[in-house]
């Protein structure tokens, strides 16, 4: 019988043939996206490390001892055989496997848009307009009781940063969280789609207090008495130690504040500032706003301006 | 109509009414020029019965002619043609033998009486045999009275023989030249020789015997309507039936006539009346012009008009191929429509657009170019439950098994006593024959041989009784064997249970070449008498519903009834009343008012009447309304309506019962002459010229021969089936409705050619070719008649000159082809269209046609006989050779094969799922070695032999016979790379519900233990000539090689990866040449079997969700897909383990992800030493949660998955 069909040979030709593999992915649900959603979903968690287990990120418990931190970058090529992985679970002959290599590079593709996604997707949130096209996974591991003892601990990334005139460090382009995930009560996995130039860990800011530092003393903030002095920022973001004022206590051991000594040498510094008033002294409200404590900070830099000394945590 | 009401001494007048059933009347008028036509009137030579001559004529011998006249037909009912099954045997009703013709003209009538039934050797009217006679002897049958001197039955004798067949002619009814005074009259018109003048005959007939009557055996009403419906006779729906009952009572009131109404026979007819009508026959007198219905056709029509032949394997090719030819004359997309239409007959429409669907299709169409012939039965025990886990006691098990054993064997023994028959019938019948040459040998055959060929005759018989009775005893015994087997096996049957049978393999014969031909205008006169009533019935009257009278509508004139008495009839001579039904005269009245002749003589009557002048014109109007019940459009409006509108008074009949003469044309027979050219001399060389295309599913011509030798003249008829071929007509109109697609088939098929396609094989082709001929009517003496049986009706042919084609392969090329009809009229569609056979071109089916010459039909290899290929399962263990069909609970798996294609292994498993182990390739990559391991957790010694570790001896063998090879890397990495290969063509869709597992495992291919094998129905067909008789004379055709093809990938359900014969040496691939086949392990062998050899153990590897197609060539392909139940349990047991590694994981608590989704229970095996092993059974589920660690292990070893699919359900 004469037949419309291609030989065994042709058919198999036909079939190993890109336009065919084409059209055999097109016959295999391909077509809308390169993935269904819930595998697409899937596979960008696993691509941020989600479900891999912590032995194997930190096999041993030299690598991120008490109290550390540690930054990373994730390998593309360590992620990328993951996913080849978990996807060649059903590759079980040469035609499985040139199946999905004809479509990897788009399931690639595909990826690196939702990983951007996963976060916004978990917590049903709107979805950007934009994605980021440079995607290159980064992130930090921290062991800290910073993370056991301040549930509320906020971590922000920047792409870079200023210092301004006051030697602030004046953050530029805060970079999503690709993930956010405390592993244990003590540890913490950020990752992130750019390289931070900036992180900074804050305290959350729960309330208004008044306090100092623990070695009693403070460093004074603007009153906004002048131009460029804006109410309650410090007077430099690099504080020397003349530049700090100590809070007085009295005599007897009972700490209680000497008001007119620790005024007399907030004034000292304020005035090396030219922060006071025109009235010139200090009003019971300047008085008040010098001894507000505000939450900490901690700033990681990484760019060729490290002043202010990023080993030292800050107010902000 | 005077005579006394009771009357039931005289059978023509009792007192229950007839039913008038409709039959359709032709007439031919023959003047002495259509005397030059062709004619295939050909009169059975009855007297050659007995005498080892044929009896049945050549159609083409154009010898006999009608005479000058005109003769008359009549078609039977088609109630009355068909038979009824009754037991074992077909019961023909008989037929009506004593029939009344009139014929007016002129204002006069001449009228006669037909007993058909007359029997006398010396006046009768057409050669017969005497029907009661022991061995042929030949009478004549047929006498006709001139009416008036007919004695009436008490004058003649009544003969219960007559029915729509006669001896060796089916179509004896149909087929006026050897019927006439019985169903057909011959009216030589003497007395208006030399006129022009139109004619009208009316028909009646009735039995002479009330006994024989169809409607008589019955004594309630619903006895009476189911012999209607038996009859396929209908008088309308209950109202009808009521007012057929009211009509006749009048009628009897009328007539005189008692009825008891509580008498049922008094109510409903218990006699049937045929009656019809032809009129305005238009006789021209013995010199007139040729009158012809044969169709006529000249070579300047338009080509799609032109009538032409298709030949195929089947009426649906031929349609197809037809389609295809006229679409592309006219520019159109052929190829396509033909498709459509096989899809479409085959009930693939929505398959074949899908993946593979082409495949199926075309393996559908190959399969319908064979016709079936019934094999064993074999029995088995289904449970209602459908058990997962089947379960037969041992003891059925093993009685259950020897009644298939024992049913199989009854089946060879009736094929071969069949044989047996046909041999003491053949030697009987060549000792006959041989006895009329007087000692004169035939040609070819000296006075010596010719003593040694008749003494061999004549010994051989008693050797051939004996076997005939012998296997007679020898199934006698088995019937009773297997009845007291199936009472054991049925005996304390669980009530869900129950002992079923089922046919096994079908014996397959080629069909014979079907022939269609376009444009020869095809008839409904016989077997469609139905077709004018809603549920193909024919609609029949009661006496007494017969048309008396017609309500003349002249313009501008009231309605005016013109009755019977207000006309004056022809005067008709009919014999003394009583001798014939009492409802003549109601007849002859119906049929004068149906006969357009007498519209003026209507006219006038009711001009008289309304006492107004006539008008000539006033004929028109009479005319117009007494044919206005026969309009076609109107057959769907209720009856009685139809009759009030045309005016007449009674029921209209059936438009079966009343024709307006046309020349007629009933195609009846196709004759056909072929020139055969074989393809071989020796049947051993059958098919040297021939390859062996498994993508074609059969062979192809080899071009480098050429169609050549001396031909063989081949020809037959065959009697035209008058169903349609094409029961798809109707879907296709919807088709084409609903979609809008294919409108130029459309076009074609409904507006071009209209339906008019006359289909018919060439039956007894093939057995001509085995030199056998059907058209003999001898019967042998008691002693050997008890024994054959049926197997008398093909007598040998034995001339030295012809030779017998046990393998059918070859070309031929039509020589004539002729349809003739009713009456011998010949239609040539070759000639018609101005061509001659030699270089005329027929429209050749799919598989037919013979490259570069479309003169030639190509009847590639085949079988001429019955036969099957046999492709089994059997027992996996190799414990028993019982296939599936023997024993339901064979379990025909070796074992299972697990491709890992990622790390080039291979893992084995026991046929219920449980891990061997796993072959794997190590060492570097220059120097690859072949390893087998066990499986992990299995205390084996380190180079246990393998008869330790695997038990199964199939998959053992395979597994040593790889490692034992020098080059055994190579060899399994070629066998990896053809099963990657081959796996590219399936397509997983065998929805087995362990698709989830499958992801995790792979795809476990079965290795299967299968048994092939080639049969013949019956012994082998051997020569038939005078030389070779008694010394079955093959030609050694039952040597023949044939090749087998196993596995298919243009078919994405097929599961075939190839398969190993029993010596596990090489493995056989159809992709073989696809790969590096330097190890010589992967080759492609196809298994080639001969009808001769025993079955050939094949060892398949399949993907168990897909089917195993084998591919004879020479039969249809044979399907076989592994039992579901099997697989499902092996697959549930079936522990998968994945070779895992390095697993950073705390030593003291394994632990690692694990899916979510899957069930089944997880597990650790590692090494403890080289040959110890231990086993972790719980497995901490590994997550991204941070545990820190100080002695975290890297650990190799491998992870097990068991019950997966139990787990899952």
Redesign the interface.
């Known amino acids: 019988m004469k037949k419309n069909l291609p030989g065994a040979g042709q058919y198999i030709a036909a079939l190993k043939g890109t336009t065919q593999v084409k059209q055999l992915r097109l016959s295999l649900n391909f077509r809308e996206s390169v993935l269904p959603p819930a595998l697409e979903n899937w596979l960008s968690s696993l691509s941020l490390l989600y479900g891999v287990p912590f032995e194997h990120l930190v096999p041993n418990a030299g690598m991120l001892p008490l109290e550390s931190l540690r930054f990373f970058y994730v390998d593309p090529n360590w992620t990328s055989c993951l996913v080849d992985g978990a996807l060649s679970v059903g590759a079980q002959s040469s035609r499985d496997t040139a199946l999905i290599q004809s479509v990897y590079e788009e399931v690639q593709h595909s990826l690196r848009a939702s990983m951007q996604l996963v976060r916004r997707r978990l917590a049903h949130a709107e979805l950007p307009e934009a994605l980021n096209t440079g995607l290159a996974v980064s992130g930090l591991l921290m062991r800290s009781q910073l993370v056991s003892g301040w549930p509320g601990l906020e971590i922000a990334a920047y792409e870079d940063y200023t210092i301004d005139s006051h030697q602030n460090i004046v953050p530029v382009g805060k970079i999503e969280n690709l993930r956010i995930q405390r592993l244990a009560p003590d540890v913490m996995l950020c990752l992130y789609g750019r390289m931070p130039k900036l992180v900074q860990l804050n305290e959350p800011k729960e309330g208004l207090a008044f306090g100092v530092r623990s070695d009693g003393k403070l460093v004074p903030r603007f009153m906004g008495y002048h131009t460029d002095q804006p109410v309650g920022t410090f007077v430099t973001g690099n504080p020397k130690p003349e530049d700090e004022a100590e809070v007085v206590r009295r005599s007897g051991g009972k700490n209680v504040i000497d008001v007119a000594a620790t005024k007399a040498a907030l004034v000292k510094v304020l005035n090396r500032y030219n922060a006071m008033g025109p009235s010139g002294t200090l009003s019971p409200a300047d008085f008040g706003i010098q001894l507000i404590k505000s939450a900490e900070q901690q700033s990681f830099l990484s760019g060729a301006e490290t002043q202010p000394n990023p080993n030292d945590c800050t107010d902000y | 109509m005077a005579k006394a009401a009771k009357n039931t001494a005289d059978p023509l007048l009792w007192n229950g009414p007839s039913l008038l059933v409709p039959v359709d009347v032709e007439a031919l008028v023959v003047s002495k020029l259509s005397l030059n036509y062709p004619w295939a009137y050909n009169r059975m030579k009855y007297n050659n019965a007995g005498k080892f001559e044929n009896v049945r004529p050549s159609m083409f011998q154009d010898a006999d002619r009608p005479g000058v006249g005109i003769t008359l037909h009549w078609a039977l009912p088609d109630g009355i043609t068909h038979g009824r099954q009754e037991g074992e045997q077909i019961r023909y009703p008989y037929a009506p033998n004593r029939w009344l013709i009139i014929r007016y003209y002129e204002g006069k009538s001449k009228s006669w009486i037909l007993q058909s039934d007359y029997l006398d050797p010396k006046d009768g009217a057409n050669l017969f045999l005497k029907p009661d006679a022991a061995t042929p002897t030949v009478t004549r049958i047929g006498k006709v009275w001139p009416a008036a001197q007919w004695p009436g039955e008490a004058g003649v004798s009544q003969q219960q023989f007559l029915m729509a067949l006669g001896p060796g002619n089916p179509a004896f009814a149909a087929y006026t030249a050897n019927i006439n005074n019985v169903f057909s009259f011959y009216d030589d018109m003497s007395d208006i020789v030399d006129k022009a003048v139109p004619v009208t005959y009316t028909v009646m007939g009735w039995y002479g015997n009330a006994a024989d009557d169809p409607l008589n055996n019955f004594t309630t009403l619903d006895e009476w309507l189911a012999l209607m419906d038996s009859l396929l006779w209908t008088v309308g729906d209950n109202n009808d039936l009521q007012k057929a009952v009211n009509d006749w009572l009048a009628w009897a009131k009328a007539n005189n006539i008692t009825v008891n109404p509580d008498q049922a026979r008094d109510l409903y007819p218990s006699r049937t009346l045929c009656q019809g009508m032809v009129y305005k026959v238009n006789w021209l007198g013995q010199n007139g012009v040729p009158q012809s219905g044969v169709p006529q056709y000249d070579p300047s029509m338009p080509a799609e008009k032109q009538p032409r032949i298709a030949v195929a394997n089947t009426a649906i090719d031929a349609l197809a191929a037809l389609v295809a030819f006229e679409l592309d004359i006219e520019g159109q997309n052929g190829?396509a429509a033909a498709?459509l239409l096989e899809a479409f007959n085959y009930n693939l429409l929505t398959k074949y657009q899908e993946?593979g669907g082409?495949?199926q299709l075309?393996r559908e169409?190959?399969k319908a170019w064979f016709g079936n012939h019934d094999a064993e039965y074999y029995y088995y025990i289904d449970d209602k439950d459908k058990p997962e886990d089947p379960f037969i006691k041992p003891e059925r098990l093993a009685d259950l098994v020897s009644l298939n054993r024992k049913a199989a064997e009854r089946d060879l023994n009736l094929h071969l006593m069949q044989s047996a028959q046909s041999d003491l019938y053949g030697n009987w019948w060549k000792t006959g024959k041989s006895g009329t040459y007087w000692g004169k040998p035939p040609a070819g055959i000296s006075a010596a041989e010719w003593k040694v060929i008749q003494d061999n005759l004549k010994n051989a018989i008693p050797g051939n009784k004996q076997l005939v009775s012998d296997l007679q005893d020898a199934n006698r015994k088995l019937d009773t064997e297997i009845a007291a087997l199936i009472e054991k096996v049925k005996e304390g049957l669980p009530s869900t249970e129950e002992l079923k049978e089922n046919m096994g393999n079908r014996y397959h014969q080629a069909n014979d070449p079907v022939v269609l031909i376009y444009g020869a205008h095809r008839a409904y006169r016989h077997g469609e008498d139905g077709r004018f009533d809603d549920d193909d019935h024919l609609f029949t009257r009661f006496t007494g519903q017969t048309i008396t009278g017609l309500q003349v509508m002249l313009p501008n004139q009231p309605v005016q009834p013109v009755m019977s008495d207000n006309v004056t009839l022809p005067p008709v001579s009919l014999p003394a009343y009583g001798l014939v039904p009492k409802e003549t005269n109601s007849i002859c009245i119906d049929n004068y008012f149906f006969d357009t002749s007498n519209a003026p003589a209507i006219a006038q009557a009711a001009c008289n009447l309304l006492k107004i002048p006539y008008d000539a014109a006033y004929a028109n109007n009479v005319a117009a309304q007494q044919t206005a019940a026969w309009n076609a459009d109107i057959y769907n409006i209720d009856r009685q309506l139809v009759t009030d509108a045309s005016g007449f008074i009674g029921t209209i009949p059936s438009k079966v019962a009343v024709q307006l003469w046309a020349a007629p044309w009933a195609p009846l027979y196709m004759a056909w002459e072929i020139n055969w050219f074989p393809s071989y001399d020796e049947p051993s060389k059958a098919l040297e010229k021939w390859q062996f295309d498994a993508?074609?599913?059969?062979y192809v011509w080899d071009e480098r021969y050429n169609v050549t030798g001396n031909s063989v003249t081949i020809s037959g008829s065959s009697l035209i089936t008058p169903n349609s071929a094409f029961v798809m007509q109707a879907q296709l109109e919807k088709y084409f409705e609903d979609t809008g697609k294919f409108p130029d088939l459309r076009e074609f098929l409904n507006t071009v050619s209209q339906w008019d396609f006359l289909t018919q094989s060439m039956s007894g082709l093939n057995e001509l070719l085995l030199a056998l001929n059907p058209d003999q009517l001898n019967q042998a003496p008691a002693d050997v008649n008890s024994l054959v049986g049926d197997m008398t009706q093909l007598s040998p042919v034995p001339d030295m000159s012809v030779k017998n084609y046990p393998v059918r392969a070859g070309h031929f090329q039509l020589n004539k082809l002729w349809v003739v009809d009713d009456f011998g009229q010949v239609f040539d569609p070759i000639s018609a269209v101005g061509q001659q056979p030699a270089g005329y071109k027929p429209v050749v089916g799919?598989?037919m046609?013979t490259p570069n010459n479309p003169n030639l039909v190509q009847l590639p290899p085949r079988v001429t006989q019955n036969a099957r290929f046999e492709f089994n399962f059997l027992s996996g263990d190799g414990k028993t050779n019982d296939s599936g069909q023997i024993n339901q609970m064979t379990d025909p798996i070796c074992g299972w094969l697990l491709?890992n294609?990622?790390d080039k292994g291979l893992s084995l498993y026991t046929p219920d799922g449980h891990l061997l182990g796993e072959l794997i390739l190590t060492g570097t990559f220059s120097r690859m070695q072949l390893r087998w391991d066990n499986a992990p957790g299995k205390n084996v010694p380190v180079g246990a032999p393998l008869e330790e570790v695997i038990p199964n001896p199939y998959l053992r063998s395979f597994v040593a016979n790889l490692l034992a090879r020098e080059d055994s890397a190579a060899a399994f990495g070629s066998l990896l790379s053809i099963?990657?290969?081959t796996?590219?063509?399936v397509e997983p869709l065998g929805g087995r519900n362990n698709e989830l597992i499958s992801?995790?495992i792979?795809?476990p291919l079965a290795l299967v233990r299968s048994a092939m094998n080639y049969n013949l129905m019956g012994a082998p067909v051997y020569s038939q000539n005078w030389k070779d008789s008694t010394l079955k004379v093959t030609g050694g055709y039952e040597d023949i090689a044939f090749p087998v093809q196993t596995g298919c990938?243009?078919d994405p359900q097929d599961g075939t990866i190839g398969y190993f014969l029993e010596d596990f040496l090489t493995f056989n691939s159809?992709?073989a040449?696809?790969i590096d086949k330097t190890s010589g392990y992967i080759t492609n062998e196809p298994v080639a079997l001969s009808f001769k050899e025993p079955a050939k153990e094949v060892f398949l590897l399949v993907d168990p969700r897909g089917d195993v197609n084998v591919i004879p060539g020479i039969l249809p392909v044979q399907l076989n897909v592994l039992p579901g139940t099997l697989v499902e349990n092996a697959m549930s047991n079936m522990n998968v383990t994945f070779r895992t590694g390095p697993l950073?994981?705390?030593p003291d608590q394994l632990?690692?992800?694990l899916p979510s989704e899957m069930s089944g229970k997880w597990s650790w095996i590692q090494h403890t030493g080289v040959t110890t092993w231990e086993e972790l059974t719980t497995i901490a589920q590994?997550?991204?949660?941070?545990?820190?660690?100080?002695g975290?292990e890297l650990k190799d070893g491998w992870l097990k998955l068991s019950n997966a699919l139990n787990d899952s359900k």
């Open positions: 190829e498709e993946q082409q495949y075309y169409i190959f993508e074609a599913l059969e799919t598989g046609v491709p294609h990622l099963i990657d290969e796996l590219w063509t992801v995790f792979g795809r990938l243009q159809i992709l040449d696809k950073i994981t705390d632990s690692m992800p590994a997550n991204e949660k941070a545990r820190i660690g100080v975290y």
